[in-house]
């Protein structure tokens, strides 16, 4: 019985030591970004590194020491790239050390787009163990990250702002154990087709998780499994009861929540009208399905909100949101 009791033990410690990888140390062959550095052959800079790439086809990794880097960075380039941040825990968005950092609005940056901290113009991107944030506040849409690309995968990685966090605007993306965090229609964006599994969603004000902008009836959609919504700890007064999961930003809006459990003190609706003037809720799919925790209880959901049965919750899944392709670029070892 103890040689079994060794076995089990042993066979449990290597099924953990390969869930949880450590990675401090570059890849091989990656372009090394470390602050303050005047290594030769060391960027201080993710935008100075970026700049030594070439603009090619060619498959290109980078990877950051711990630090803060403010910088604003709009990825471009034609081939894939992978940006690997200092971790002991690549599983978790927990002890990423590597943090991007801007503070621009859209009110002044002149777009949402032009606002975000780290903006994606590219296909074939996968980023793991990296913070971004935009630091501006209430007051202005103001971007973490903005996605155009398809292909891409952010795995482990942390996102941080208040109003419209995370742009999902534009191509096939996947957020995969990370964590969101924002207050007002903080995961949004028009044509994006994404999946988010498994995160931390954190709330820091009063608004929606969701404003999807869809404005046609396509194929396109927001899928959520497995995702956590808790209340930020730096949430401001008035948040309790003012929170919901979505609401249309256009009248095709489609957001889906399975499995999700909230502890986040949400309004009793659970979903939004746009406003009192402009509902945009005749065409919109927003609908959940085994939504539980404390700040579910009692819901009482509207008119156009769908509670799924199990049956129709099953046609939504990565597959639906993103592509039947998806494990060609998706990284499976984070995927829920």
């Known amino acids: 019985m103890a040689k079994l009791s060794l076995l089990l ?30 290594t030769s052959g060391e960027f201080a800079t993710l935008t100075a590194a970026l700049n030594s790439l070439p603009n090619d086809s060619s498959n290109r990794s980078i990877f950051i020491f711990p630090g803060t880097y403010a910088e604003q960075i709009d990825i471009t380039r034609t081939g894939p790239l992978t940006i690997y941040g200092y971790t002991t825990d690549t599983t978790t968005y927990t002890g990423n050390q590597a943090i991007i950092t801007a503070g621009d609005p859209a009110s002044t940056a002149g777009s ?19 913070h971004v944030k935009n630091t501006f506040g209430p007051g202005s849409q103001a971007i973490a990250i903005s996605q155009y690309g398809s292909r891409v995968g952010l795995y482990a990685c ?12 534009q191509g096939t993306q996947v957020y995969l154990k ?5 207050a007002v229609d903080f995961i949004f964006g028009r044509l994006g087709l994404a999946y988010f599994g498994g995160n931390t969603i954190a709330v820091n004000g009063p608004g929606c998780v969701t404003a999807s902008g869809r404005q046609t009836n396509d194929s396109g959609s927001y899928v959520f499994n497995s995702n956590t919504i808790v209340l930020a700890s730096d949430a401001v007064a008035g948040t309790s009861g003012n929170i919901f999961l979505g609401r249309p930003w256009s ?3 489609k957001v889906i929540f399975k499995n999700t459990v909230i502890t986040a003190p949400m309004n009793k609706a659970l979903w939004s009208i746009w406003s009192t003037s402009a509902p945009q809720t005749d065409n919109v799919l927003f609908a959940d399905f085994n939504t539980s925790g404390s700040g579910a209880s009692g819901a009482v959901r509207p008119s156009f ?22 494990a060609t670029w998706v990284d499976a070892a984070y995927i829920v």
Not at 112 to 130: C, E, P, Q, W
């Open 112 to 130: 949402d787009d032009a606002s975000g901290t780290l903006r994606i113009h590219k296909n074939d991107f996968r980023m793991y163990n990296v």
């Open 158 to 169: 942390g996102f941080f702002g208040y109003q419209d966090t995370l742009y999902a605007n």
């Open 9 to 38: 033990f042993l066979s449990l410690s290597v099924v953990q030591s390969a869930l949880s990888a450590v990675r401090t140390t570059p890849p091989s062959g990656a372009i090394i970004v470390r602050k303050g550095t005047t």
């Open 178 to 182: 990370g964590y969101i965090e924002g």
């Open 251 to 253: 009248d095709f809006a």
């Open 305 to 326: 909100a769908t509670a799924l049965t199990a049956t129709q919750a099953a046609t939504y899944s990565i597959s639906s949101a993103v592509g039947s392709d998806f």
